[in-house]
């Protein structure tokens, strides 16, 4: 009889102990989930303005730095974005793409390493539909003023013009350049393979073809004579 108040007490103090273990796992996940992107690397490559693939929602014409352009399907693969804006000014076919003179003086929209997003089917009013943009630009900036790396400017609730009901603005650290440009190097955050959330199981991909052994025979060994600032020659999806 004596025996049982102690043993009662060593169980609650190893449920306490299990408790505690479980709520700590919660809360590095909890963490990691809202927290950002965890791993960047600097993409040295030559850019290269592309159009929105067809995969990604966007509005009729959009276009981006290709550099950005895995990020933003990493992106949308996990939350219903629709691309207000990407690439905005002079295109080298003399065109325009993009909102014209809408974006401040040094946008990063002018160097295609921005966009501007809403929820699909999502009004200006900030209702349940704009949720997920939220969570979006909380794991982008967990605090107001410190974006996490790789985003060097996130626009929402607290920015002028932004926000809930109106759009969350997204954009990639970058080498200083001139406006219409494109940066010698953009940061990005490593993106793994596509888990979606409802399964938790990986999504079926097609196996890429292996890569020739020897380079094709011939003048067009592979060498790109689009130049920066170029339009690709084809979506880029
Ligand atoms: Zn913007």
Redesign the pocket.
């Given at each position: 009889m004596s025996e049982q108040p102690t043993d009662l007490r060593q169980r609650v103090e190893r449920v306490g102990l299990v408790l505690a273990l479980v709520c700590t796992a919660l809360l590095c996940w909890a963490a990691t989930a809202t927290a950002g992107p965890t791993v960047t690397r600097t993409v040295y490559q030559p850019g290269e303005l592309i159009p929105i693939p067809a995969s990604i929602p966007h509005e009729e014409g959009d276009m981006i730095d290709r550099r950005i352009l895995p990020n933003l399907r990493w992106i949308a693969e996990r939350y219903p974005i629709y691309v207000t804006?990407g690439y905005s000014g002079p295109l080298p076919d003399g065109s325009h793409a993009g909102c014209d003179n809408c974006?401040t003086r040094g946008?990063?929209?002018h160097n295609g390493l921005?966009?501007?997003i809403a929820p699909v089917g999502g009004g200006t009013k900030c209702d349940a539909s704009w949720a997920a943009i939220t969570r979006l630009a909380l794991w982008a900036e967990p605090v107001q003023g410190e974006p996490a790396p790789p985003f060097r400017w996130v626009?929402y609730d607290g920015d002028a013009g932004?926000g809930c009901g109106h759009?969350l603005?997204?954009?990639w650290n970058h080498a200083v350049v001139p406006e219409f440009e494109l940066a010698e190097w953009v940061e990005v955050f490593a993106v793994g393979p596509v888990v979606p959330p409802q399964t938790g199981g990986e999504k079926p991909r097609r196996k890429k073809r292996a890569a020739p052994k020897a380079p094709p025979p011939g003048p067009s060994g592979g060498i790109s004579t689009v130049r920066s600032g170029g339009l690709a020659p084809r979506g880029g999806d």
């Open positions: 804006d974006h946008s990063d929209h921005a966009v501007d626009g932004h759009h603005h997204l954009s």
